[in-house]
């Protein structure tokens, strides 16, 4: 198979980590998840986690020059792969411009940005949910849950234009038990392979 690579899209909570996880499986890609890697700074009290520890505890976007950064890391130290899956990358015009810059670099490129569409009262449940299972500071309460719907709708949403634009922008009805997301995410990605 070629190399493929996809941006798995949507709000906070839309099921992007989970189903990316089953896209990363079954096309053997390699999985970056910024949220994770922030997260994994965090815990380890890198310079890194120190850094974004606040942006993340009140739901803003960590700032576009220190996530760029992080990210061309993460793909340059894993670049033998069959290609990537972008889970919560890019989240702001600067970060999908600098993207498609990057690759090119490498001579790769981003073949489809797929979104997970789920309205926010449902969205709120599943974090809710979350919370409780995670402790992720983030989820547990709902002022920082409408804070990064709002860093979602002002700084991400542009993005389905920027993808649109390019003919890359697919979306799946993200409701549903997560086996159902999942075939409609194979079927669409098989029928672009
Ligand atoms: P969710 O999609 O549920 O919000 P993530 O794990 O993707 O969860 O992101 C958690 C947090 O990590 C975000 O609210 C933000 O603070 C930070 N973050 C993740 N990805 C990015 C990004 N591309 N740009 C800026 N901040 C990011």
């Known amino acids: 198979m070629p190399v493929f690579n996809i941006v798995i899209f949507g709000k906070p909570g839309s099921g992007k980590g989970t189903q990316a996880d089953f896209l990363k499986d079954k096309y053997d890609l390699y999985h ?7 997260r994994k700074n965090i815990l380890n ?10 942006f993340l505890d009140n739901g803003d976007l960590v700032p576009d020059i220190v996530t ?28 999908a411009e600098s993207l498609d810059i990057f690759l090119e670099s490498i001579n790769q490129k981003i073949n489809a940005t797929i ?3 789920v309205n926010e ?12 299972i995670t402790k992720r500071s ?12 709002n860093e979602y709708n002002n700084k991400t949403s542009i993005l389905i234009d920027f993808y649109q634009k390019q003919s ?19 079927n669409l990605v098989d029928s672009l392979i």
């Open 32 to 38: 970056i998840s910024t949220g994770d890697l922030f």
């Open 45 to 54: 009290k890198t310079d890194l986690g120190i850094e974004a520890k606040s």
């Open 68 to 95: 760029i950064k992080m990210l061309e890391n993460e793909v340059l130290a894993n670049k033998d792969v069959n290609g990537f899956i972008f889970d919560g990358f890019p989240r702001t015009y600067n970060q």
């Open 115 to 117: 979104a997970l569409e």
């Open 121 to 132: 009262d449902e969205l709120i449940t599943r974090l809710l949910d979350r919370a409780k």
């Open 138 to 149: 983030d989820d547990q309460d709902i002022k920082k849950i409408k804070n990064r719907f």
């Open 168 to 186: 890359k922008f697919y979306s799946v009805n993200g409701h549903g038990s997560v086996d159902d997301i999942t075939s409609r995410l194979f």
